[in-house]
């Protein structure tokens, strides 16, 4: 700060008063980009006028209760003041941290969605900001895909600690999809390039696999297979979009792999690739009935005291997609009644009886259970 400053603040205090020597101090610092001090002096400024302490650090409380309204407001006007100046130099972190106190977190959303950061940048801080601070998770999960790649975004996506909406938790899953997927055909195209001689006509993973059964010869694979695994068992949370055909695709690479690239999953994915396609193929509303019969028997042959019932719950969980929440409970009354209060993949029987309206059947298993509570709530809620 030029030293000069002071005595010109000395100065305009004597000649013309507090409430110029403040101002003065106001434009300099502004001129000099010092925000962080604007803020300060911004505050002083009304505590200046205000007639109290004008120490700007000074606690709230410490103030006339009669002021509190009016300071308060000074303390937003300022913090969103100095963070519009930052986000005018482009210092969306300083900024964040003004309109983070002010709880005002749209101007930094908007600053995050036309920010397009520098080639060599580092923006772990704004995938800090934009992801893990929930100001816009897109365009966070975007940039990590970006620049930190696919495995560092399943790791992200598949965090227990994912706190984002399930809108935003669909988008970064069809996101990871659209990646793996782009990788996958960019390696494929590369390879029958080498082999044929000419780029393929083909533009879709199941066209470019279709006839090439050297493509797997030798036991050949084209990328990281944990990302693959990952990415098609992440894919069943998918709504219809898009990306659940690539996610199917996907699956018909992975049935064409050597064996002993594939480790085997738990039981209804034991066979994961061919599992895993014949669940999506029911999202997608083909051969449901035929896919549904695979799930039913993958549950009724599950033994309960090795493999659990954890087949089961995917067959539930699969019925209430299809929004068929009475043959859901149907399946839950078969082969979950008799789980103890252990955690489940799916609903509980009295959320699943709350579904399918059907609250006699939860008095009947809370009997079975040996469970008076909601056995009067079922009989009280079927009447």
Not at 82 to 104: H, I, S, T
Not at 200 to 226: M, N
Not at 300 to 314: R, S
């Amino acid at each position: 700060m030029d030293p000069m400053l002071f005595d010109e603040l000395q100065h305009t205090l004597a000649a013309e008063g507090p409430d110029a020597a403040i101002r003065r101090l106001c434009e300099r610092l502004r001129e000099n980009k010092d925000y962080a001090s604007l803020f300060y002096a911004l505050l002083m400024h009304k505590r200046q006028q205000l007639g109290v302490s004008p120490i700007p650090t000074g606690p709230v409380a410490d103030l006339p209760e009669s002021t509190h309204a009016e300071y308060e407001e000074a303390i937003r006007q300022a913090g969103r003041q100095v963070g519009d100046l930052y986000l005018q130099e482009g210092q969306l972190a300083q900024a964040w941290a003004y309109f983070r106190m002010l709880n005002e977190p749209e101007p930094i959303r908007r600053a995050l969605d036309a920010y397009e950061p520098k080639e060599d940048e580092d923006i772990q801080t704004l995938v800090q900001i934009a992801f893990y601070e929930g100001v816009h998770p897109r365009k966070g999960f975007d940039w990590i895909l970006q620049r930190f790649g696919i495995c560092n975004a399943i790791t992200t996506l598949s965090s227990q600690e994912f706190s984002h909406s399930p809108e935003d938790r669909q988008y970064c899953l069809q996101a990871l999809v659209r990646a793996l997927y782009a990788e996958l055909r960019e390696r494929l195209v590369a390879e029958i390039e080498r082999h044929e001689g000419r780029s393929p006509a083909e533009t879709t993973l199941r066209a470019l696999i279709a006839d090439r059964k050297w493509l797997f010869g030798d036991d050949c694979y084209h990328i990281d297979l944990s990302h693959l695994s990952s990415v098609v068992q992440m894919s069943m949370h998918l709504l219809p979009c898009p990306e659940l055909a690539m996610a199917r695709e996907l699956c018909e690479y992975g049935q064409r792999l050597s064996g002993r690239f594939v480790n085997p999953g738990d039981p209804p994915f034991e066979d994961l690739y061919r599992a895993m396609g014949i669940y999506l193929a029911i999202l997608a509303g083909d051969n449901v009935e035929e896919g549904l019969d695979y799930f039913r028997r993958q549950a009724e042959q599950a033994d309960p005291e090795t493999i659990g019932t954890y087949p089961a719950q995917v067959l539930v969980n699969l019925l209430l997609r299809l929004e068929r929440p009475t043959e859901a409970l149907a399946v839950a009354r078969k082969y979950l009644a008799a789980v103890d209060n252990r955690p489940l993949s799916c609903p509980s029987i009295a959320e699943l009886c709350r579904k399918a309206g059907d609250y006699r059947t939860l008095a009947e298993v809370a009997r079975e259970q040996g469970d008076p509570v909601h056995f009067l709530a079922g009989l009280l809620a079927s009447k």
